[in-house]
């Protein structure tokens, strides 16, 4: 009886209804989406496929403008990819860890640049779509799906030693480091994103000339960075559930 006394305690406060901020929703049945996060990553996903398309449309020898940026982009992601997964490994996974940096790299930016809150919606407001923890937490979990699918097809049934491996104690630890990288991987870029936004957001209101000018060119610095920390963490994790066929090859490059 006491046991169902505390259980009952429990359920008087709505926990799983807490929510930080407002939100946009959209209503698809019995499931609530938020809208928000879908216009400006719709947004995002305009950009990089516009500047593809203006990039390709008439391909020079001697490239320039919007190609010259874009092949320099390609480059950057390859030479990234191969460092992390070695000579012989990375090519399947350029277009995986090049997605991945290139969304959160605009996605970030867009944070940083675009007045996102002069937008007015009906509820909520809009913000870069990294800022929302659902979209890095579906990042997250898409990184994890994408190693574990690397040491499958590279190590077949054989990928299950490494969590017995060098003594079948250290079982749980292993099992619980699958789940540590995606939450490290969201909670890292949410909460960076988040922070950053806030903290210009409350320079503009307390000293809205110049000082907050330095803290968004600090900003724009940081959601580089975290772009490319993610995907370096992305290849890094591959890299490791395939190390079993590919680590010599990764460490001679």
Do not use: C
């Amino acid at each position: 009886m006491q046991m169902l006394s505390v259980l009952n305690a429990f359920n008087s406060f709505p926990l799983a209804e807490l929510e930080v901020g407002q939100h946009f929703y959209w209503q698809l049945g019995n499931l609530k989406i938020h809208g928000q996060v879908f216009l400006t990553s719709w947004f995002v996903i305009s950009i990089l496929v516009v500047a593809s398309l203006a990039a390709t449309r008439n391909i020079q020898r001697i490239p320039s403008g919007i190609q010259n940026l874009m092949e320099y982009a390609l480059e950057f992601i390859r030479d990234l990819a191969k460092n992390q997964l070695g000579e012989k490994e990375y090519r399947p996974w350029v277009p995986f860890i090049g997605t991945l940096f290139l969304f959160i790299f605009v996605s970030n930016w867009s944070g940083a640049l675009i007045p996102w809150k002069l937008i007015k919606l009906p509820s909520g407001e809009l913000a870069a779509p990294t800022n929302d923890i659902n979209t890095t937490v579906a990042l997250a979990l898409l990184t994890s799906l994408a190693y574990f699918y690397a040491g499958f097809s590279k190590r077949g049934l054989g990928y299950f030693k490494k969590y017995i491996e060098p003594t079948p104690v250290l079982l749980p630890i292993a099992i619980l480091e699958d789940f540590t990288k995606p939450l490290s991987l969201s909670f890292r870029l949410f909460g960076n994103i988040l922070a950053d936004e806030l903290v210009v957001a409350v320079l503009v209101l307390l000293v809205p000339l110049f000082i907050p000018l330095p803290v968004m060119a600090l900003g724009l610095f940081t959601s580089a960075i975290q772009a490319l920390v993610f995907a370096t963490l992305a290849g890094a994790y591959i890299h490791e559930a395939m190390e079993g066929h590919g680590g010599e090859e990764h460490e001679e490059h």
